[in-house]
């Protein structure tokens, strides 16, 4: 954990709870591991944005060299914004985007994801080189919630239509010159071996591919029992497979990833206040009711995801079990719940937690502050802001005010 209970402490004071902080120099540490991805013939890492679209984090990518994977029109325009190239942007989007047009005219790279994407893509610019996202048939998220290939999942273009891809592509005479898959492949480098190596038998039936990406999904952990991946030890298998390729095809083919969580996950956190602490007798549950909770992050309350939880202050206290939960009235506010299991409570180990105590939410760097239900019980959104080198605390953005949360009412007095 990057923020000691001091620092926790002033971002309280000075922000107030619920706050997001990131840290600029894990997220450096993050960025700088995954450009150094091992690799046959040229690599290109792309910031999955949407896990924490923030201008500050944006930024700090920017200045490291790294390009962008956008997942809707709007993320394009927000990585623009903060300077980004337009050649330095894909838009994935599993919308056909409306502003196709003008995302390709400004430079963005477009990524077909279905047939229908491709088939408006060539008709709006016959003759380009195109990219095309393949769901290869294989999928691994942790849940049905997070598996992002496979047949259950709707990303991409099913793998058993790539002549049909093929056959609008040379409609519309584009050259498919990138190709794409992202599901989501874990930490087991083994698995993404042979996530490449499907990939590669694909990119092989497209004779015009330069560039294949595979996509993000490289898991962190952010519990102590959970595994973290190691970029390197991946890196390392996918390039022989690349070579691999090369002896079999003579093709060399350029490989991108594009991370969200591997970058992001781990350097952010939410600071908390405990605001109550209730039981439900003997046989029943401690509870410890936070300010932070679904609005802030959702992914226990989504996919049963874990966080750790840190009471500050606590030390010499007894030890209980005690579930934390949000401050909404919604049964479904829980921060603990089982592993994989949204419907179920595990109670954590931790010191007693009083009123007024400051708890730290960790591994909140991605998805939470980009996923979060804001505005649910009309709680105001939550500032976020940047831990910098030497400890100084910067307000990246602001918390929400009453009158944000109803100005776009139509009525208000
Ligand atoms: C979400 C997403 C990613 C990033 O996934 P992580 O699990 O956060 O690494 C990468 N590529 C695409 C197309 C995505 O939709």
Not at 111 to 135: D, H, M
Not at 147 to 154: A, D, L, T
Not at 329 to 334: K, N, V
Request: charged share 20%; proline share 6%; aromatic share 6%.
């Amino acid at each position: 954990m990057f923020l000691t209970q001091a620092t926790a402490a002033a971002v309280r004071e000075e922000f107030g709870t619920p706050c997001y902080v990131y840290d600029r120099s894990t997220l450096e540490a993050a960025a700088r591991n995954a450009l150094a991805f091992p690799n046959a013939f040229g690599f290109t890492l792309r910031y999955a944005m949407k896990a924490n679209p923030s201008h500050s984090v944006l930024r700090l990518f920017l200045g490291l060299g790294l390009h962008v994977d956008a997942s809707s029109e709007h993320e394009v325009e927000r990585a623009i914004r903060a300077g980004f190239e337009p050649g330095r942007i894909q838009l994935t989007s599993q919308a056909p985007a409306r502003g196709l047009q003008s995302v390709v005219d400004r430079g963005v790279l477009y990524n077909a994801c279905s047939l229908t994407q491709l088939e408006n893509f060539g008709k709006l610019f016959p003759g380009r080189e195109a990219s095309i996202r393949i769901n290869p048939g294989l999928g691994s998220g942790s849940t049905n919630r997070t598996n992002v290939g496979g047949p259950g999942s709707s990303f991409g273009i099913w793998h058993e239509h790539l002549d049909e891809a093929k056959a609008l592509a040379a409609l519309h005479g584009l050259r498919l010159t990138r190709m794409h898959t992202h599901i989501g492949s874990g930490t087991d480098p083994v698995v993404w071996k042979r996530v490449a190596r499907m990939s590669l038998g694909i990119a092989g039936r497209l004779p015009d591919a330069r560039v294949l990406n595979l996509g993000g999904g490289f898991k962190v952990a952010r519990m102590p029992s959970e595994k973290s991946t190691d970029l390197q030890d991946v890196g390392a298998h996918m390039k022989q497979e690349f070579m691999d390729f090369r002896e079999r095809t003579g093709r060399e083919l350029h490989v991108e990833i594009e991370p969200g969580t591997a970058l992001v996950a781990n350097a952010g956190c939410v600071v908390a206040t405990v605001i109550d602490v209730v039981d439900t007798g003997k046989d029943g549950y401690v509870f410890a009711k936070l300010d932070t909770g679904m609005n802030e992050v959702t992914r226990p309350s989504l996919y049963g995801a874990q966080h750790p939880i840190d009471v500050l202050g606590g030390e010499g206290r007894d030890a209980a079990k005690v579930v934390f939960v949000g401050p909404c009235c919604e049964s479904g506010d829980i921060l603990t719940p089982a592993p994989g299991d949204p419907e179920a409570l595990a109670p954590r180990d931790v010191p007693r937690p009083c009123v007024g105590d400051l708890v730290v939410v960790g591994g909140a760097g991605a998805y939470c502050a980009a996923m979060s239900t804001i505005n649910y019980n009309s709680y105001p959104q939550a500032p976020e802001v940047m831990h910098e080198e030497g400890g100084k605390l910067r307000l990246v953005r602001r918390r929400q005010t009453f009158d944000q949360v109803v100005e776009n009412e139509v009525g208000q007095g």
